[in-house]
């Protein structure tokens, strides 16, 4: 499994949707869920749905990705 598809996986488990909803929500919705990274960490938040470097507060790096971004969708 790609770090990818391993912290969209962790994404849809954390926000209690599949992956199909949590990418269809983002996908009609004008944010989308994102997920830090980093190995260690599982910080979440509401980002642009084409957001590749977000801002983590717990990491204080830009390292959150969207779920469209990590499922390869944009």
Avoid: H, R
Avoid at 1 to 19: A, D, I, Q, R, W
Avoid at 44 to 57: H, L, S
Avoid at 58 to 73: P, Q
């Amino acid at each position: 499994m790609t770090p990818n598809e391993s912290k969209l996986n962790k994404l849809s488990e954390v926000e209690g949707l599949s992956v199909d909803e949590l990418l269809e929500q983002g996908t009609f919705d004008g944010v989308c869920k994102g997920i830090c990274m980093n190995p260690e960490c599982e910080y979440t938040t509401d980002v642009e749905p084409d957001q590749d470097k977000g801002w983590c507060e717990t990491c204080g790096t830009n390292t959150v990705k969207s779920a469209l971004m990590l499922a390869g969708i944009i």
